[in-house]
């Protein structure tokens, strides 16, 4: 059993080469405590890094390689990851939930013809994409909403409201869940469509909000209130057949619910909180001094590597292609679950003064510590609340019910 | 990158399961818990699946097994709960001498360890509990050929079962050696302590002498051979405790499908189905953060803080999953007959053994830098 991974001669050569092509085209960009300081200009730049990437097929590098992946294994994949992580940077480096979770369900359920239109625009980073599922009246409860699209012709014609949508900036596609049956069964009467976000009658509009860390990975800074006014989507953009979107976002959903890799790297905010506290001073005397303090220490260590351990183990299951059950949802709740206490006891250890913003000058470890006293709240709900990964990890491991619920179809 | 058992400790868990289908299955258990049958009649068929020589060397007749591979055997040993001496002579005390003993020593009292035709106990806490050698008050003292033990051991795992002891004493004002004392010398007196725990004893030492050879590696103080051996040790303990939450876990999830109330299954109700999810939780926990200090300690990397965190999370998850599990059972669990209360039991009794998560904590504290110098 092992819990890093051998290299061989030829994976490390990858990696040396991936390592020098980086260190020439990576731009280097700040490391903005809050996302959704991310300027304009330096989007752009993530961008066309995400396009240099995508056109080695390294923006999706385990996508295949005929819809413009990278083709390559978990293992290479992972060397790429943590070279970037070297400039601080997640694969994509920007937030895109395209290529992990809606190509991921194009791959499944497209059409050959559906595939090769979208999948390379996507794989390559020509388009960046938002997922618009949540809606005023529909969240935990994802399968009632609201947001219609009605078949004329060769179009669907979508009206409603999508909340919680993306990110700053802007995207050029979104993937949606709509009903495409009003009088259809529950889970019988949606639809899952690709939606192009220039046609007429889409508005985006900025949500007033805590914080936004975004599905892992790059944080997306800002979420949008999306409004379909009768917009025009092309009736082959429906992915998955006619009233089939909830098996759809089955696979997505299955995905987004701790099987991504981002969280395998562990937390960047457990060494820096042990590190000021190792160096801090409270009343004259090391803060370490207090063995109160030390204990919750202890404790938010211990939560870090808890979570750390079960992505790992989900990712590592993952790559060699075990299907997993309530393992993702497990993992997903002991993150949201983590953030919470680790958040308490950072406020514990460091005192007021992490609630002290960038760029004041009192704010700890350039605003990361203060961000994080909001995203831990923020990280509760995305992907589904704690309460609804209880659901799926009951559900999976079968309690109370002799059947065990299937996952969602990854391939 | 795999975080699956190779081949052989598929095997190995195979022979394992055989052995708690065959010699230990939860009739004897119970029976053993209730004082009507022995542990000790099933010695030689454990013995034999060579768990006793899981981390003894070949060359002294153990297997010389990973540690991994070790973790593999106290899982399973975990399941049943199966009780005896096999944790404290295979594990503890044969680490405990390859650690500190003389070649002499360890070449005579290792092979027969493996064999399991010796079984050995160690006894360092006392009525002033606690794991740190400042908690050693028993005494031995120079005589003209050896040294005389006095002072009293207390909750001492397996003394009732043990044919020979691996006993901590004070040798000077800052020095803990261990003496090597069989179980029937003279002055010595053991006896289990009744009540709620699993094989804890008193070992009682009223001037037991024992000669020069038995101060293991002839060393006055043997401390920080034990902490060596403890830190190890304490890693197939947290995949013991795995095993027996592990069972815990499956005995409460059938029960969620079987038992109902209400007209249907009390899994359905999503409180009950939250102690479930804690048990699980609790279970992976102790289950990724032990095998990943197995781990470690098999390709030789630090391990000290992978292996205190395994240690603390498997004894708390161990004790909380079995709440939890009464939570679910009520009535029925407290019935001796159902085998719930054999592992709530070994949760209590293990939640001390070797440190407690009290302890690991402190030291988990430690090994991150997490002390004012």
């Not at chain 1, 030390?294 to 870090?304: E, K, N, P, Q, T």
């Not at chain 2, 008193?202 to 043997?222: Q, S």
Request: charged content about 25%.
């Amino acid at each position: 059993m092992d819990f890093e991974l051998e290299w061989t001669p030829e994976q490390q050569a990858f990696r040396e080469e991936a390592r020098a092509w980086i260190e020439r085209n990576a731009p280097r960009l700040p490391d903005h405590a809050d996302p959704a300081n991310l300027t304009r200009e330096e989007y752009e730049r993530q961008r066309a890094f995400g396009r240099l990437l995508g056109a080695k097929g390294w923006l999706y590098p385990t996508m295949p390689a005929e819809y413009g992946g990278g083709g390559l294994s978990m293992e290479l994949a992972m060397a790429l990851e943590e070279e970037l992580d070297r400039f601080n940077m997640p694969l994509p480096p920007y937030y895109d939930t395209g290529g992990k979770l809606g190509a991921a369900a194009i791959l499944v359920w497209g059409t050959e013809e559906q595939k090769a239109h979208f999948l390379p625009m996507i794989l390559r980073g020509e388009i960046r994409t938002w997922q618009l599922l949540t809606e005023p009246e529909s969240g935990s409860d994802l399968a009632s909403a609201r947001t219609t699209a009605v078949r004329d012709g060769d179009h669907y014609v979508v009206n409603g409201t999508k909340i919680f949508v993306g990110s700053g900036h802007g995207a050029e596609y979104s993937w949606m869940i709509v009903v495409t049956d009003p009088e259809g069964e529950r889970h019988a009467n949606l639809g899952w469509l690709m939606t192009p976000m220039d046609v007429p009658g889409v508005t985006v509009e900025k949500m007033d909000l805590l914080f936004v860390g975004g599905e892992r990975g790059a944080a997306s800074g800002i979420k949008n209130t999306v409004y379909f006014d009768n917009a025009r989507v092309p009736a082959f953009n429906l992915i998955g057949g006619e009233n089939n979107g909830w098996k759809v976002a089955g696979t997505h959903l299955e995905i987004e619910h701790g099987l991504l890799r981002s969280s395998v790297r562990g937390d960047p905010l457990t060494e820096r909180v042990l590190s000021h506290a190792r160096n801090a001073r409270r009343g004259g005397k090391p803060l370490l001094s207090d063995p109160h303090l030390v204990d919750r220490l202890v404790d938010f260590y211990a939560d870090s590597e808890v979570t750390r351990l079960l992505h790992l183990r989900n990712y590592a299951w993952r790559s060699q292609g075990r299907q997993l059950t309530y393992e993702g949802a497990q993992a997903y709740l002991q993150q949201k679950r983590s953030q919470l206490s680790k958040a308490r006891a950072v406020l514990d250890v460091i005192g007021p003064q992490a609630l002290a913003e960038a760029p004041d000058e009192w704010a700890v470890a350039d605003g990361h510590i203060e961000a994080h006293q909001r995203a831990a709240i923020v990280d509760q709900h995305p992907g589904g609340t704690a309460e609804i990964q209880r659901v799926i990890i009951a559900r999976r491991l079968g309690v109370g019910r002799e059947a065990r619920e299937e996952p969602g179809r990854l391939r | 990158m795999d975080l699956l058992l190779n081949e052989q400790q598929r095997m190995l868990q195979a022979a394992m399961q055989d052995l708690l289908r065959r010699d230990f299955p939860k009739e004897t258990l119970t029976a053993i818990d209730a004082g009507t049958a022995d542990a000790a009649d099933g010695w030689p068929a454990l013995a034999s699946t060579g768990a006793l020589g899981s981390l003894v060397p070949e060359r002294w007749g153990g297997v010389g097994g990973s540690f991994a591979d070790a973790g593999v055997v106290f899982e399973e040993l975990g399941k049943g709960p199966v009780p005896g001496p096999h944790f404290s002579s295979g594990v503890l005390a044969a680490l405990l001498l390859q650690e500190g003993g003389g070649p002499e020593q360890q070449a005579e009292r290792l092979p027969a360890i493996a064999s399991g035709e010796a079984k050995f106990a160690v006894a360092v806490t006392e009525p002033e509990y606690g794991w740190d050698a400042d908690d050693v008050q028993v005494r031995a003292e120079r005589t003209a050929d050896g040294y005389a033990l006095s002072g009293v051991k207390l909750h001492i795992p397996d003394a009732d079962a043990a044919t020979h002891f691996l006993i901590a004493a004070r040798t000077g004002a800052a020095a803990v050696g261990f003496f090597i004392v069989p179980a029937d010398a003279d002055g010595l007196s053991r006896r289990r302590v009744a009540g709620f725990s699993t094989g804890l004893g008193e070992v009682r030492l009223n001037a037991v002498a024992v000669g020069e050879d038995a101060l293991l590696g002839g060393a006055a103080d043997g401390w920080a051979a034990f902490e060596r051996a403890a830190l190890k040790a304490a890693a197939a303990l947290s995949a013991y405790q795995v095993g027996g939450t592990e069972s815990v876990f499956q005995m409460t999830l059938e029960y969620s499908r079987t038992r109902r109330q209400f007209q249907q299954p009390i899994g359905r109700f999503q409180r009950v189905q939250d102690h479930v999810i804690d048990i699980v939780n609790h279970l992976d926990a102790a289950r990724w953060t032990t095998y990943e200090a197995l781990w470690k300690l098999d390709t030789g990397r630090p391990a000290e803080a992978s292996v205190r965190l395994a240690a603390a999370l498997a004894s708390e998850g161990y004790y909380l999953a079995c709440n939890a599990a009464h939570d679910v059972h009520a009535g029925v669990g407290i019935v001796r007959e159902y085998g719930l209360t054999l592992h709530t039991k070994m949760s209590r009794t293990l939640y001390h053994y070797l440190g407690g998560p009290r302890h690991h904590r402190r030291r988990l504290a430690a090994a991150l830098g997490l002390q004012a110098e």
